[in-house]
């Protein structure tokens, strides 16, 4: 762990450096490969004629930014579910809150015949508070509360849910079964950057009130009742918590499809590297969630070329140990 | 509560049947039986049950093709799926002491969906379509011992199982959606519908190979089932009565493996039977595993028929597949038993 302010600052510019870098190469690496200094100059001073400059201002660039954004805004949505559920088990997909999205999307799709982005979207941040709402509503109950293994399991129940109905839903529709495999499968290539461009106004101002959210949750995190000791007004902390989820976990679903598992492992690193601070956490999380993601999909684009792994696929393969890793370490047991 | 206690075997065997047994039993029966009759009656074509009668007695045999080839073994695999998913529930609930777990729930399911999958995309063109069953239930199998292995520290934790069991099944997950994207656009149909859950298309060699899968489990079951009684109460109980728990432990969970791969390979991921039919038949009957095995049974079978029943006539001519509305069904359910166990 980091300890004195000084090394923190450090790391931190030492992470912004690490995911400059594997954002460079994500342009750099591909079926064509470029090298850095090419790269360099296609950000630089662009020339249309040159075929690398266009390849990458084409299409790698889109994708760079894809992963980028949505990586802070996976690891983000992980932190502050985890903080609202009080569970070091919980991120967004494990509450059912991708599978809520991704369904409302298919049935927009097939049936509302909705077609425009923003469409998606708000198909999206409702799927996902619906569903994000119920898991919360369910895990909540009880003497106990919210423990791990009831959140956990009220997520799975309606995930698989979601999951059979959106199935349902394409079975009678073949035609739009390789449409919208990809938001279930979850991907950064050959996405619209309209796409992203109509969630980022949200995205951006939930970013914003992350920021003001690291104090609060601090003392959130010290329990419901000392938080109201303390002056907080509880039920007004949860409320921004799940919205900041929302937001921050139905926009990237509706970009880049059900993408799990940043969610989870990031925050754990974050606080590895830096202990309980959230004002800490948060920027560490931020970046973290970032570069994990831009080097899932370099490693996605490079392991089976000239084909490619979906990048949801991949954060599963990494997260799914992680998660057994937590749960053999009895995590859930505090 | 009256009941009669038979006992095999210098006790090795017993099963207790009270009046209130055999009367669910005889009810559960006479549900099934009606619609399973229905289910050979309805569909595009429909015969009416006198006819249906007919036909199956041999009086007339103008419905053979309709009625014996298309309906009746779907009917029957019905049966058969829901009454392994049931069972297979009943054990992994007595096993794990905790009325929420299912196959599908700590991943059995998605294994044995991997192992379709995979044998779906790589085996199609090269091997016979009738070895994908022991794909699906060496998948099964792989996951099931895989989740137990990694969750052995010193015996098995109930909560453990389910998490880990969750951990590994988004994995397995992960590679059958892999596999779905790699292939082409007819195989990931094919796989799409198979993993949704559908008995659409059922063969008499379907029915009678799935028989054949299915006598493997029961002699198991009905020669160490009383001690899943005492497993319920707890692992020092067991111990103190002379009961082998961690050998008895492994034994079940690979009965519950075997039962619930089977269904899958048969019927694609058909989900949450296995998590409700037990709790319809604890309500009803007395808490003895053969004899509650037996209801649960029926139950299961019950709910997947009427699944399918529904699955194929609402939306005629389309077939959805029956997976669609034992969740629609079971998911809520789940939440519902999720609420009345909030204290636990």
């Not at chain 1, 100059?41 to 075929?51: F, I, W």
């Not at chain 1, 469409?119 to 119920?134: D, E, H, S």
Request: charged share 10%; proline share 4%.
């Amino acid at each position: 762990m980091l300890h004195s302010p000084l090394v923190k600052w450090i790391g931190l510019i030492g992470l912004f450096l690490a995911v400059a870098l594997l954002f460079l190469t994500s342009l750099a690496v591909g079926q064509t490969a470029i090298p850095l200094s090419e790269t360099w100059e296609a950000l630089t001073q662009y020339d249309p004629d040159n075929t690398n400059h266009l390849i990458i201002g084409t299409s790698r660039l889109s994708r760079a930014v894809i992963s980028l954004v949505i990586g802070i805004n996976l690891a983000l949505a992980g932190v502050f579910v985890q903080a609202l559920t009080r569970n070091p088990l919980a991120a967004p997909d494990l509450l059912g809150i991708n599978a809520g999205a991704i369904f409302f999307i298919v049935f927009a799709i097939t049936w509302l015949e909705v077609s425009s982005l923003s469409g998606y979207m708000w198909f999206a941040f409702l799927g996902a508070a619906i569903a994000g709402g119920t898991v919360f509503f369910l895990g909540s109950l009880g003497r106990d509360g919210l423990t791990p293994i009831k959140v956990i399991l009220a997520g799975v129940a309606l995930t698989a849910l979601f999951v059979s109905f959106t199935q349902g839903m394409l079975v009678l529709d073949e035609q739009s079964i390789q449409t919208v495999l990809f938001w279930i499968a979850g991907s950064v290539a050959g996405r619209d950057m309209d796409m992203l461009m109509s969630v980022m106004p949200f995205l951006l101002s939930a970013l914003v009130v992350s920021f003001f959210m690291a104090r609060p949750m601090g003392v959130f995190s010290s329990g419901d009742d000392v938080a109201k000791g303390l002056g907080q007004k509880v039920g007004v902390t949860k409320l921004i918590l799940g919205l900041l989820v929302i937001v921050l976990a139905g926009g990237s679903v509706a970009v880049v499809g059900s993408v799990g598992f940043i969610g989870l492992i990031v925050p754990h690193m974050a606080k590895s590297l830096v202990g309980n601070d959230y004002r800490w956490i948060l920027p560490y999380s931020g970046l973290l969630g970032a570069a994990i993601l831009l080097s899932a999909d370099i490693v996605a684009r490079i392991i089976i070329a000239p084909q490619e792994v979906p990048i949801g696929v991949m954060t599963a393969l990494i997260g799914g140990p992680f998660f057994i890793y937590l749960a053999k370490k009895g995590v859930a047991k505090k | 509560m009256k009941y009669w206690t038979l006992r095999l075997f210098n006790d090795r065997i017993s099963i207790q049947v009270s009046m209130r047994w055999l009367l669910t039993v005889a009810g559960w029966l006479a549900v099934v039986g009606g619609v399973f009759l229905l289910s050979l009656s309805a569909g595009s074509n429909w015969i009416p049950l006198s006819e249906v009668f007919k036909q199956l007695t041999g009086q007339i045999d103008q419905h053979t093709f309709v009625v014996e080839t298309l309906r009746l073994p779907r009917a029957l695999l019905a049966l058969l799926v829901g009454a392994a998913l049931g069972v297979a529930g009943l054990i992994l609930q007595s096993l794990v002491r905790n009325p929420l777990a299912s196959p599908d729930i700590i991943g059995i399911t998605s294994g044995a969906s991997l192992g379709a999958v995979t044998f779906i995309s790589f085996g199609a063109g090269v091997i016979s379509m009738q070895y994908l069953p022991l794909a699906a239930i060496l998948g099964g199998l792989l996951a099931a011992l895989l989740i137990y292995l990694i969750s052995w520290n010193k015996g098995v934790t109930p909560i453990r199982l389910v998490l880990i069991g969750v951990g590994l099944s988004a994995i397995m997950k992960a590679c059958v959606t892999f596999m779905l994207v790699m292939s082409e656009t007819a195989t990931t149909t094919k796989s799409y519908i198979w993993l949704t859950g559908s008995i659409y298309g059922a063969s008499w060699s379907d029915v009678t190979s799935m028989i054949w899968w299915l006598l493997i489990p029961i002699p198991f079951l009905i020669v160490f089932g009383r001690g899943l009684n005492v497993t319920e109460i707890g692992e020092d109980f067991s111990v103190s009565v002379g009961i082998r728990v961690q050998l008895q432990q492994f034994i079940f969970l690979m009965c519950s493996v075997m039962l619930a791969g089977t269904a899958a390979a048969f019927a694609g991921g058909i989900e949450f039977v296995g998590l409700m039919a037990p709790h319809i038949a604890r309500r009803m009957v007395h808490r003895s595993f053969p004899g509650l095995a037996v209801v649960t049974a029926l139950v299961g079978a019950f709910l997947v028929i009427i699944a399918d029943l529904v699955a194929r006539t609402l939306f005629l001519p389309l077939d959805i597949p029956a997976g669609v509305f034992t969740a629609a069904i079971g998911a809520p359910f789940f939440l519902y038993l999720l609420f009345r166990y909030r204290n636990q």
